[in-house]
């Protein structure tokens, strides 16, 4: 018989928040060193373009100290 699991997905209902959340998630890993920026991006896919998200770039601006 089938076992039939529950599964949460996962899932976001604001992808520009969501982006900006991921910047934050990896801008403050320690393994990521502080002069490097990190950027955020959405892909459309039926145009095949990308969207840079401003307050991701934002959060993920690089510090030169």
């Given at each position: 018989f089938p076992v039939t699991i529950?599964?949460?997905?996962?899932?976001?209902?604001?992808?520009e928040k969501a982006v900006?959340?991921?910047?934050k998630r990896i801008r403050n890993h320690p393994l990521v060193p502080k002069s490097i920026p990190v950027y955020g991006y959405l892909y459309d896919v039926r145009t095949g373009k990308l969207k840079e998200i401003a307050?991701?770039?934002?959060?993920?601006?690089?510090n030169s100290g």
């Open positions: 529950w599964l949460d997905w996962l899932t976001f209902t604001d992808d900006v959340e991921d910047v307050e991701a770039t934002a959060v993920g601006r690089a």
